[in-house]
């Protein structure tokens, strides 16, 4: 019951503020963790008065949120292509404020290989394909880059004509 994402799958946390209904006093949301069975928001301070169960309105920071959506997408899309072009998985991925990284299946690249995917992946940006999100029973989901090791619904996005992965990031 939050809209603050927490740090997974080489997703960064958001940030933003909290508000408790009785007070216009923001407080500054400074990481945000999964526990399991809840989603933990760091605050700047300790807060004396805040108490379990006390309802809350939170603000996400938009500007983070929209840039790791942005690089989301475009890992997806880069992923895709490596597997399309090259036959190479993606193992893992990293997001930050300043570089990104892509962990692939594959001992060695060459600087054509790279170029070949680099002007590929530029095209279909520029294409402007379609992004969806639909929801999917996972022994009914289909054609998907990873098969999904996941039981029950699963969240996935699509890029017309390219990928279909489940992915429950931003």
Not at 74 to 92: D, K, P, R, Y
Request: aromatic share 4%; net charge negative; proline share 5%.
């Amino acid at each position: 019951q939050t809209a603050f994402y927490p740090t997974s799958g080489g997703q960064p946390f958001d940030l933003g503020l909290l508000r408790l209904a009785s007070s216009a006093t923001p407080l500054p949301v400074v990481d945000v963790v999964d526990e399991g069975e809840r989603i933990a928001h760091v605050l700047a301070a300790p807060q004396p008065g805040l108490a379990a169960g006390q309802r809350l309105s939170g603000e996400i920071d938009w500007a983070r949120r929209f840039d790791h959506m942005q690089q989301h997408s475009g890992q997806h899309l880069l992923s895709a292509v490596f597997q399309e072009q090259l036959g190479c998985a993606t193992l893992s991925v990293h997001f930050g404020a300043e570089s990104s990284t892509l962990d692939l299946d594959a001992s060695s690249l060459s600087p054509e290989q790279l170029l070949t995917v680099e002007q590929r992946a530029n095209a279909l940006v520029w294409e402007n394909r379609e992004l969806t999100l639909s929801t999917e029973d996972a022994q009914e989901a289909g054609g998907l880059r990873k098969p999904s090791t996941r039981s029950g619904a699963l969240r996935i996005i699509s890029i017309a004509g390219l990928d279909r992965s489940a992915c429950g990031g931003t």
